[in-house]
C-alpha cells in the first residue's frame, strides 16, 4: 500500500470494534494491553528481553512498523472497542510481491476479551483489507498444534489447514512444530459469494 494509510478504520458494529493502525503515539496502549496478555500469551509468544515491556520498547516497535508500512513490508492494527479501548492487535508481516503477492498475519488479544468472536471478525475484517486494498493474493497463518482457540478462528475465517512446518520458530523459549494455514483472495470471494 503505497502513501499514507494511518486513516484507515476497519469497523465491524456488530461486535463493537474498530480496526486502526497502530502508531507511536499508542505505544502507551500498548504497553498496557501487552503487560495485561503478557501471563495468559506467553507460551505462544517467543522470550522477550524486560526492554520489551516498556513505553520506549513499544514505541520502539511502533516506530519500525510504522517504516515498515510505509516501504510495503508490514502492517499492524490495532483492534479497538467502539469506547477507544485497545483489546488486541493484528498484523501482516513479511510481505512479499512479485509473483508471490503474500504475507503472514498473526494476532492477539486480551484474554478478558476472548471467546467472543471479535478476534474471528477482526481476522476476517484484516483478511478482506488484505485482498482488496493490499491487492495480496495468499495469506498464511501458523499456530501452535495445541492452540485450539486460534485453530477455530482461522478455520471460521475460512483458512485451510496446509500441514505442519517442524521446529519452525522458538516460542517460550523452544523451537516448536508450527501447523500452517492458507487463505487465497478467491477463498474469501467465494465465501462472500455464497460459493464454495
Given at each position: 500500500?503505497?502513501?499514507d494509510?494511518?486513516g ?23 504497553l498496557d494491553l501487552r ?16 526492554s ?8 520502539q516497535?511502533l516506530?519500525?512498523r510504522?517504516r515498515e508500512?510505509v516501504r510495503d513490508?508490514?502492517y499492524?492494527?490495532g ?6 479501548q485497545?483489546i ?10 512479485g509473483?508471490?503477492q503474500?504475507?503472514?498475519?498473526g ?5 478478558a ?10 481476522v ?28 477455530r478462528?482461522?478455520e471460521k475465517v475460512g ?16 523451537w516448536?512444530d508450527?501447523?500452517?494455514y ?6 474469501l470471494?467465494?465465501?462472500?459469494d455464497?460459493?464454495?
Open positions: 500500500m503505497t502513501g494509510w494511518s484507515l478504520r476497519l469497523h465491524d458494529t456488530l461486535r463493537d470494534l474498530c480496526l486502526a493502525p497502530l502508531t507511536p503515539r499508542h505505544a502507551g496502549l500498548l503487560l495485561r496478555s503478557r501471563e495468559a500469551n506467553s507460551r505462544y509468544e517467543p522470550l522477550r528481553d524486560e520489551f515491556y516498556t513505553l520506549d520498547g513499544q514505541r516497535l516506530l519500525q510504522t508500512a513490508r508490514a499492524l492494527l483492534i479497538f472497542t467502539a469506547a477507544g485497545l488486541g492487535q493484528l498484523t501482516l508481516s513479511n510481505v512479499v510481491r509473483a508471490a503474500y504475507a503472514d498475519i494476532y492477539g488479544m486480551d484474554p476479551w476472548q471467546g467472543q468472536g471479535r478476534m474471528t471478525a477482526a476476517r475484517l484484516t483478511a478482506a483489507f488484505a485482498f482488496r486494498s493490499l491487492d495480496l493474493h495468499r495469506l498464511q497463518a501458523v499456530i501452535l498444534p495445541g492452540n485450539d482457540a486460534s485453530r478462528v482461522l483458512f485451510q489447514p496446509e500441514g505442519l512446518a517442524r521446529r519452525l520458530l522458538q516460542i517460550d523459549g523452544r516448536q508450527h501447523r500452517i492458507g487463505l487465497l483472495a478467491e477463498d470471494k467465494a465465501e462472500a455464497g460459493s464454495s
